[in-house]
């Protein structure tokens, strides 16, 4: 009978390990969103503004 209560309380033990994992792994995942969401609310958006060159009508990019 012994063994048993072991093997019981291992149970108990790993169930509540792999609970406690996952809260960490969720909590970490949430942290990681928002750092990534304020990196990208920073970048650039990759647009160039152009301007037409007189001399020759076409358009270019303009450096402002």
């Known amino acids: 009978m012994p063994p ?3 093997l019981a309380l291992g ?3 790993a169930a509540a390990l792999v609970k406690l994992l ?9 942290e990681l969103d928002a750092t990534r969401r ?8 990759g647009r160039v ?10 358009y270019r ?3 402002s």
């Not at 996952?22 to 949430?30: D, F, G, I, L, M």
């Not at 304020?38 to 958006?45: I, S």
């Open 4 to 6: 048993v209560i072991v």
């Open 22 to 30: 996952a809260k960490e792994s969720r909590r970490v995942n949430a």
């Open 38 to 45: 304020a990196e990208e609310a920073n970048e650039p958006t």
């Open 61 to 63: 990019p303009f450096d």
């Open 49 to 58: 503004t152009l301007r037409r060159d007189p001399a020759t009508g076409e």
């Open 11 to 13: 149970a108990v033990g």
